[in-house]
């Protein structure tokens, strides 16, 4: 437990809106700067088998909703400093196991009962929610500028699935450059490939583009078994040679049959097609991501081919400009002007490499809650405002219970106000008296009185703008609970002495068994 619990010590002070940053060195000796709980969870070594399991928590939380992974550290880490409570007074692990459960499963439905519904063209509340999200983040005077640019990304790319919306941020692409300033960063609608134009003589422009995406080599395929062509004379070389190049205009010809005027490539284009594809003015680019061609794909409306005999003009992509453009050594192509792309871009600019991969973390936040209120439609006021609500909630519910089991429904109500307790305590405010005055407020029905910490008092938290989604508070919640319920439920740490592929050690008479107790 304590290995578990000083997992959640670590990342504890980085929560909230006045929470620290921690600086993560790793062993060649780079630095990242961040606050970002799960970036700090990922990057930290563990050794401790429990403590490792508080790491999957934190990227369980990150995969499922992007959000909310601090708080479900600190959760966990205080439900097992609880739990020790209880298990002192001689209070059973499984009691206390089954009385969290009871006590999850009564919170989300606290939750699910409060919360506010949201719909998908709320911009306004929207734009509430990403800025919510970054206003942890070291992105101070940005926020509304990213959250515009989070809403706006998120909702190109949003699709109705029979009565469901579905927004999958896969399909918003994040490339960062060094140079100029954050304000710099800008959302493209289209995609950002980065890769250079191949041939010298090819335009560095492309209006109205007309766009073939292949997955098919511009080359003479090699043969799959290996083969000896012998020329005894020089005629024959040049034939030879002649119908290589005869090939290769013969593909260059279909693509521009087809009305193509750029090509992305996902394989290798020869020097000769590039040379015809030069001269009949067509652009291309090779070695193409198969990510990349899937978002040219979703922004343009092409369909990714495999072979070229099945190239026809209504398989292209259509876009208002493909151009490349210089960032400082580098070049990248710009398809943008697509009429309605369910695959956009964000170029996120800065002075600083740190601050760009900082401003990058941010970003992912604020997409990722946006895109989880869009699927979900539901969202609960921050500051510690609906885990108190449900804290006062559950104790009502655990004296109905009874038993031992209500010591452990007790013991999560009062791990719940922790996050209340620790937005206070990251901003400078006395805790105690914090939470009494919540409770007061809470007890005469105001149920989104919380922690307004950039002001130092208790406030209506609806009121004041700060909103999360609902999934992020109940996938906390769950993670933590399950994280808990796991550790609490291990007796002993037993040292495996199989090694997975390892050669069976040879044992003297009378030595000791598989394991051994730490």
């Not at 209504?314 to 192509?333: F, I, P």
């Not at 699927?375 to 038993?403: M, Q, T």
């Amino acid at each position: 437990m304590m290995a578990a619990r000083a997992v959640a010590e670590a990342v504890r002070t980085t929560l909230g809106p006045k929470g620290m940053d921690k600086m993560l060195v790793d062993t060649l000796g780079d630095v990242t700067v961040t606050n970002d709980g799960a970036t700090i969870l990922g990057e930290i070594e563990v050794q401790h088998p429990a403590a490792k399991i508080m790491v999957e928590v934190s990227k369980t939380q990150d995969d499922e909703v992007g959000d909310g992974t601090t708080t479900a550290v600190i959760l966990a880490g205080e439900l097992l400093k609880r739990a020790e409570e209880l298990i002192e007074k001689n209070i059973h692990p499984t009691l206390i196991v089954q009385g969290y459960k009871k006590a999850t499963e009564k919170t989300i439905d606290i939750l699910s009962k409060i919360a506010m519904p949201v719909k998908v063209d709320d911009d306004k509340n929207l734009q509430k929610i990403a800025f919510t999200a970054m206003n942890s983040k070291a992105s101070v005077g940005v926020q509304d500028f990213f959250a515009d640019i989070a809403v706006k990304a998120v909702r190109q790319i949003t699709e109705k699935r029979g009565d469901k919306y579905l927004a999958d941020i896969d399909y918003i692409q994040v490339v960062k450059k060094q140079g100029g300033s954050i304000t710099d960063s800008a959302l493209i609608y289209g995609v950002i490939v980065d890769k250079e134009i191949v041939h010298p003589g090819m335009p560095k422009r492309v209006e109205n583009a007309k766009i073939a995406l292949l997955d098919a080599a511009l080359e003479i395929e090699k043969t799959e078994f290996d083969a000896e062509i012998r020329i005894n004379d020089p005629n024959q070389m040049k034939a030879f040679i002649e119908e290589e190049g005869r090939l290769l205009r013969d593909m260059v010809n279909k693509i521009k049959a087809a009305g193509a005027n750029i090509i992305f490539c996902q394989k290798g284009i020869d020097d000769i097609a590039q040379h015809y594809l030069a001269k009949e003015g067509v652009v291309a680019l090779r070695r193409v991501k198969k990510s990349d061609m899937e978002k040219l794909s979703k922004a343009t409306g092409g369909r990714i081919i495999t072979n070229l005999d099945d190239l026809v003009a209504s398989d292209l992509g259509a876009a208002k400009v493909a151009e490349e453009r210089k960032y400082g050594e580098e070049k990248l192509m710009f398809v943008e002007g697509c009429k309605n792309p369910k695959a956009v871009s964000v170029l996120i600019r800065g002075g600083l490499m740190r601050v760009i991969d900082e401003a990058e973390r941010t970003l992912h936040d604020a997409l990722c809650v946006v895109a989880d209120v869009v699927e979900d439609g539901r969202i609960v006021a921050g500051g510690g405002a609906p885990e108190l609500e449900a804290a006062k909630n559950l104790r009502g519910y655990a004296s109905s219970v009874g038993g031992r089991e209500q010591l452990a429904i007790e013991a999560f109500a009062d791990s719940l106000e922790a996050i209340s307790r620790t937005l206070a305590e990251n901003g400078g405010l006395d805790p105690i008296d914090i939470l009494v005055e919540l409770r007061a407020l809470h007890e005469k029905g105001e149920i989104w009185a919380g922690v307004n910490v950039l002001e130092g008092e208790t406030t209506n938290m609806k009121n004041a703008g700060v909103v999360e989604p609902l999934a992020v508070k109940v996938q906390a919640i769950k993670s933590a609970t399950e994280a808990a319920s796991m550790i609490l439920r291990i007796d002993d740490v037993i040292a495996s002495a199989k090694t997975a592929g390892a050669p069976k050690m040879p044992q003297r008479p009378g030595e000791g068994g598989a394991g051994e107790f730490e």
